[in-house]
């Protein structure tokens, strides 16, 4: 299992700020991961659809679609940042 | 050893800035940046907005920022607070304050450091209007500005 965290919008327009789900098997990555994502219904598809802009980290760093996932990882998805 | 913190509180710009040269006589520049709450974005009224951010990886992000500007600049110290939660037009936002020895490392360690700030520490504004909660979009020009430091 890993958790996965939701940020801002993206939060919003999943209705989830955090899950537990089951990793997909074999070498996992953030990009199977996503796919994982994608193939749920409604808001999910249309969230993680190519061509959306979003930002990934894995355990608090920045990540990208190469990066191994890991049970027990700590996966958050959010926009892009707009502090300051 | 770089300080940072968020917060929802305010903070006293005088007394910050004050903690990174008190007790020492080797600072010979602070340079300061404090970020604002303005009515208006773009054109349209803001009345209010609400920060949030990633607890725990918003930090490390601030942590390595500085840490990265104190690698490549002589610093003596920095500080970054930023707060989070509902602002008002006119309230701060972020102070960044940094002593060196000089002024020159001191004005180009603070500007990176927001630089960076606005690009890669995990905040987000969400803008109160008329027409009801608008999440801000980042700017294309703030990339090119973090771009130009080229680390």
């Known amino acids: 299992m890993v958790t996965l965290l939701y940020f801002a919008s993206l939060r919003e327009s999943l209705g989830c700020s955090r899950e537990q789900v089951a990793l997909p098997s074999g070498n996992a990555t953030v990009s199977s991961l996503v796919d994982v994502l994608r193939n749920r219904d409604g808001g999910w598809t249309e969230a993680f659809a190519p061509g959306k802009s979003w930002r990934v980290?894995?355990?608090q760093r920045m990540a990208d679609l190469s990066t191994p996932?890991?049970?027990?990882?700590?996966?958050?998805?959010?926009?892009p940042v707009t502090g300051g | 050893m770089p300080r940072v913190r968020v917060q929802e509180q305010d903070f006293d710009v005088g007394r910050e800035l004050e903690s990174l040269t008190r007790g020492r006589t080797d600072v010979g520049g602070?340079?300061?940046f404090v970020g604002l709450v303005r009515a208006s974005n773009d054109g349209h009224a803001i009345q209010g907005m609400t920060l949030e951010h990633y607890p725990g990886m918003t930090e490390k992000a601030l942590?390595?920022?500085c840490a990265q500007a104190h690698a490549r600049w002589q610093?003596?110290?920095t500080l970054v607070i930023h707060r989070v939660g509902a602002l008002e037009p006119g309230d701060r936002i972020v102070l960044v304050?940094?002593?060196s020895a000089h002024r020159g490392d001191a004005f180009e360690a603070?500007?990176?450091?927001?630089?960076?700030?606005?690009?890669?520490?995990p905040f987000w504004k969400k803008e109160a209007t008329a027409q009801g909660g608008k999440w801000v979009e980042a700017r294309a020009?703030?990339?090119?500005a973090a771009g130009r430091w080229k680390v």
């Open chain 1, 57 to 59: 980290a894995v355990n």
């Open chain 2, 30 to 32: 602070l340079a300061s």
């Open chain 2, 141 to 144: 020009s703030d990339d090119v």
């Open chain 2, 97 to 99: 304050g940094v002593a």
């Open chain 1, 69 to 79: 996932v890991k049970p027990g990882d700590e996966v958050a998805f959010f926009p």
């Open chain 2, 110 to 121: 603070c500007e990176f450091i927001m630089d960076y700030l606005k690009t890669r520490a």
């Open chain 2, 75 to 77: 610093l003596l110290d």
């Open chain 2, 63 to 65: 942590e390595d920022i």
